[in-house]
Structure formats: structure tokens, C-alpha cells
Nanobody
Framework: QLQLVESGGGLVQPGGSLRLSCAAS????????IGWLRQAPGKEREGVSC????????AYADSVKGRFTISRDNAKNTVYLQMNSLKPEDTAIYYC?????????????????WGQGTQVTVSS
């Protein structure tokens, strides 16, 4: 059974850092595009970052460029999102998602498989 499990969320002060993990089971992440997406209360789900399977290319939303970094550990079948210089507006539930096309997209509609999400709260 294909499964994605996120972890690493929590409460952090503005300017702080968190690293989210997305562990896959039942399939090999090497062959899937992986995205990190988030949804804040009262807002639509939005793409934050993604990583393609073919050439390892990445993409970031303008709001997180220079602060967030997506990476993959093939040996652990896990994808990470390093989040630095966090802002209160980064507060949201963060989801990882996978797509068999292997193409990195920030559109939430581009993903077939989703994790359950992990809460990130940035507040003093």
C-alpha cells in the first residue's frame, strides 16, 4: 500500500527553522515527483516546493524562495523540506504529495498521493 507520512512540524518563533520529513512506503520515491504543499486556515491549498524525479529539478513558490529547501534521501526513501527564517504567514498544515508523472509542479491538482499533513505554527 502506497503511503506518505509527514513529520517534523511544530511551534516555532518567527525567524526560527524547522525540517519537515516525508517518508514513503509501498513505492520508490525515485520515480515520483514530490511536492510540499500547505493550507492555512480559510485559504486554499497552495504549492510550496517540488522536486522532479527525472533530473532532480526543483521549484519554489515566490513566498518561500531563498528560505525553504527541498531535498531527497534515496537510501531512506524520504523527502525533506528545510524551512528557515520562518514567518507567521508560513503557519499552515503542510502536506507532502507524490505524482507518478515525475514532473515537478506547484499546482495541488498535479498530485495523486497525499500524506496526512503536519501542522506548522510560527508565533511568538
Amino acid at each position: 500500500q502506497l503511503q506518505l507520512v509527514e513529520s517534523g512540524g511544530g511551534l516555532v518563533q518567527p525567524g526560527g527553522s524547522l525540517r519537515l520529513s516525508c517518508a514513503a512506503s509501498g513505492f520508490n520515491l525515485d520515480y515520483y515527483a514530490i511536492g510540499w504543499l500547505r493550507q492555512a486556515p480559510g485559504k486554499e491549498r497552495e504549492g510550496v516546493s517540488c522536486l522532479s524525479s527525472s533530473d532532480g529539478s526543483t521549484a519554489y513558490a515566490d513566498s518561500v524562495k531563498g528560505r525553504f529547501t527541498i531535498s531527497r534521501d534515496n537510501a531512506k526513501n524520504t523527502v525533506y523540506l528545510q524551512m528557515n527564517s520562518l514567518k507567521p504567514e508560513d503557519t499552515a498544515i503542510y502536506y507532502c504529495a507524490a505524482d507518478s508523472s515525475g514532473i515537478c509542479v506547484l499546482n495541488p491538482l498535479g498530485y495523486d498521493y497525499w500524506g496526512q499533513g503536519t501542522q506548522v505554527t510560527v508565533s511568538s
